[in-house]
């Protein structure tokens, strides 16, 4: 195992471990439920380079498009935090927006996840691996950016407008 697969293995480790701790103080909390789903997300994500390397050759696309279901749902984990964080989630364009996200997660990207139109394959130059995405994974960057683009504008609108503690919370999460 090389360092490049051993640390997404240790960030995939971290983030299953933070997201057991949130939980353990308390699930019910909509702010520690949103941050467990953003941890969780992302933890998994991390794991692809595992993923890949210990797929390869045979099983390493099949992996890689695994890991990849949570990638699809970051976006929307991401805007979810965002809006519990900034305490706009119960306004209906922002409900809108979050129910529009999973709903193109749902029907948009994961029904081709395991069609060479989102990942065709895997490519390993040395001891690093890539994918190489077909056509949907490019406009599946270009939606992730967005949605992430909008929640640190938004993050950013909030700023300029908090005091005291919370805009120094605020920050912390820009």
């Known amino acids: 195992m090389n360092l490049y697969a051993f640390s997404s ?3 995939f480790t971290i983030s299953i471990f933070l997201s057991a701790i949130a939980y353990a103080k308390g699930p019910h909390d909509k702010r520690r439920t949103a941050i467990i789903l953003v941890i969780f997300a992302i933890g998994l994500w991390c794991l692809f380079p595992f993923a890949a390397l210990k797929g390869w050759p045979n099983n390493s ?25 900034l305490n706009i989630e119960k306004l209906k ?8 996200t999973i709903i193109i997660s749902l029907f948009g990207f994961l029904p081709f996840l395991f069609h060479p139109i989102f990942i065709t394959k895997i490519i390993k130059v040395g001891s690093f691996f890539s ?11 270009l939606y992730f950016g967005a949605v992430c683009f909008y929640c640190f504008y938004r993050f950013y609108l909030a700023i300029k407008t908090a ?3 919370i805009k120094n919370q605020l920050r912390y999460v820009f």
Do not use: D, H, M, W
């Open 9 to 11: 293995l240790c960030a």
């Open 61 to 85: 696309l099949l992996f890689a498009r695994l890991v990849y279901v949570s990638a699809i749902f970051t976006a929307s984990a991401f805007l979810s935090f965002a809006q519990v964080i």
């Open 93 to 100: 364009p922002e409900r809108i927006l979050l129910n529009s």
């Open 131 to 141: 994918i190489t995405g077909g056509p949907l994974y490019f406009i599946f960057i």
């Open 163 to 165: 005091k005291g503690a």
